[in-house]
């Protein structure tokens, strides 16, 4: 299969955790006899340097034009110390994914079982969580419209959700919810939000078509208590933009680290895979960044073209890596591989199932589509 793929390393750990992901695209074209091209393109702080504007006319077209969008991070110290700026980063992501009609973001959340203890939360709690949270991407308080007055005393952000936008998500989450545990979870606030009664009439109508799937809502406040205290009762969690950008943060608490979760936002059009975290400025160029998030967005994007064989060998590649402790410092203390060491060793291990086997190595829980 031939796939274009636009590549937007972005701000601060961005761009070295992608070219990890690059290594093992290219080893999967390789292993399996695919075809993929890759071109950069820049976005965020880079692009504000370049261009004054974060999200560059040409980045967006590269963007457009190909079939998938790899991204690594954004965000830059220089802007989030300035609240007065009237251009940063992040605005090139938002808008990104407004142009791509991205309206889905999915994040799952799963413990592995050989990282079970990197959790802060106890092992009794957080084993077995496997959970997938799906967050509308495109609307809400994120893009609604925004003022201050003259004197700058007075903000405002609207929250606007329309049936359609609604729809659109709650149908893709039942049909994940269908072919995974059947049950789903609606986070919202209608005790208090118009939106949020709005979302909870028509999940609730959407839901009547999918009757083998449990359907329950929880509020948001609540919603936050449970997935610390027992994380495995979720299976699917469908929320509006702005909860599912909290909740999606305090799952890789549950998964041990930040470094470790990886998305994919899909539209009718187009789609984009990138890591949960954020741009780690601190650590840019220092080679210790953990590349797993990146890469496991890459099984996410060959899983989105329905190769499903080349994901499992990916995710495989990434579990024996944590079988033979070849992880950067943030998942042990105690470790002195860096992130291109660990981007290479997974990049080197993916491999046809069967020569897995024919190593005899551990059985890294093969042929289990692990992340989804
Ligand atoms: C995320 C990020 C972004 C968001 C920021 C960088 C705009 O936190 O992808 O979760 O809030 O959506
Ligand atoms: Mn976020």
Known sequence: MHINIA?????????????????????????????????????????????????????????????AVLFGAIGSPKYDGNPRAKIWPEQ?????????????????????PTLVRQSPLAKRIVKNTDLVIYR?????????????????????????YTEKEISRITHLAFKAAKARRKKLTLVDKANVLATSRLW??????????????A??????????????????????????NMFGDILSDQGSVIAGSIGLLPSASVGAEHAMFEPIHGSYPDAKDKNIA???????????????????????????????SFSKKI??????????????????FIADNIMEIDDHF??????????KSTII
């Not at 909870?200 to 009547?208: D, H, Y």
């Not at 590349?291 to 590649?317: C, G, R, T, Y």
């Open 7 to 67: 590549v937007l390393g972005g701000d601060g750990i961005g761009p070295e955790v992608v070219t990890q992901s690059i290594k093992c695209l290219r080893s999967v074209e390789e292993t399996f006899g695919h075809s993929f091209t890759f071109k950069k393109a820049i976005i965020g702080a880079e692009a504000i340097e370049k261009n004054g504007n974060p999200l560059p006319d040409e980045t967006l077209k590269i963007c457009k034009d190909s079939d």
């Open 92 to 112: 090139g992501l938002l808008r990104l994914r407004k142009e791509l009609g991205l309206f889905a973001n999915i994040r799952p959340v799963k413990v592995f």
């Open 327 to 344: 992880v950067t410092p943030d998942i042990m203390g105690s470790s002195k591989y860096g992130t291109n060491y660990v981007g290479d």
């Open 136 to 160: 509308e991407l495109s609307g809400g308080i994120y893009y609604g419209e925004k003022t201050n007055n003259e004197d700058d005393l007075v903000a405002t952000d609207i929250c606007t």
């Open 290 to 320: 953990n590349p797993v998030a990146s890469i496991l967005s890459v099984a996410m994007l060959l899983q989105h073209f329905k190769l499903n064989e080349e994901s499992d060998a990916v995710v495989a590649a990434v579990l024996k």
């Open 215 to 240: 359907l329950e809502a929880l509020f948001i406040d609540n919603a936050a208590v449970q997935m610390i205290l027992n994380p495995t009762q979720f299976d699917v969690i469908l929320t509006d």
């Open 200 to 213: 909870r009439r028509i999940v609730f109508e959407i839901g009547k078509s999918y009757p083998e799937v």
């Open 358 to 367: 024919n190593m005899n190595d551990e059985n890294i829980g093969l042929g």
